[in-house]
């Protein structure tokens, strides 16, 4: 199931969620300033990856104004 999710997704969102799955939970900007990619191309991205439940969108604890995108955990190899 996985393994589909993942296939179908556009080359950007399988890159960032690699990105997250080496770096960790990272903001929005951190995944831009870290992939070199557009900021609208990170933004069709991430929304991918959430429409398909891959990653997740949560507050960061130090700064509860900032958002963080982390892998769901549903992901299992």
Same mark, same amino acid.
């Given at each position: 199931?996985?393994?589909r999710k993942i296939y179908n997704a556009?080359?950007?969102?399988?890159?960032?969620?690699?990105?997250?799955? $080496? /770096?960790?939970?990272?903001?929005?900007?951190? &995944? *831009? *300033? *870290?992939?070199?990619?557009?900021?609208?191309? =990170?933004?069709?991205?991430?929304?991918? $990856?959430? *429409?398909?439940?891959? /990653? &997740?969108?949560?507050?960061?604890?130090?700064?509860?104004?900032?958002? /963080?995108?982390? /892998?769901?955990?549903?992901? =299992?190899?």
């Amino acid at each position: 199931m996985f393994a589909r999710k993942i296939y179908n997704a556009p080359p950007s969102a399988k890159y960032i969620y690699r990105l997250l799955e $080496l /770096i960790g939970p990272m903001s929005r900007t951190e &995944i *831009e *300033e *870290e992939s070199l990619l557009p900021p609208r191309t =990170v933004g069709y991205a991430l929304r991918i $990856l959430l *429409e398909k439940r891959l /990653i &997740i969108k949560t507050r960061n604890p130090r700064d509860k104004r900032k958002i /963080i995108y982390k /892998i769901s955990g549903l992901a =299992v190899f």
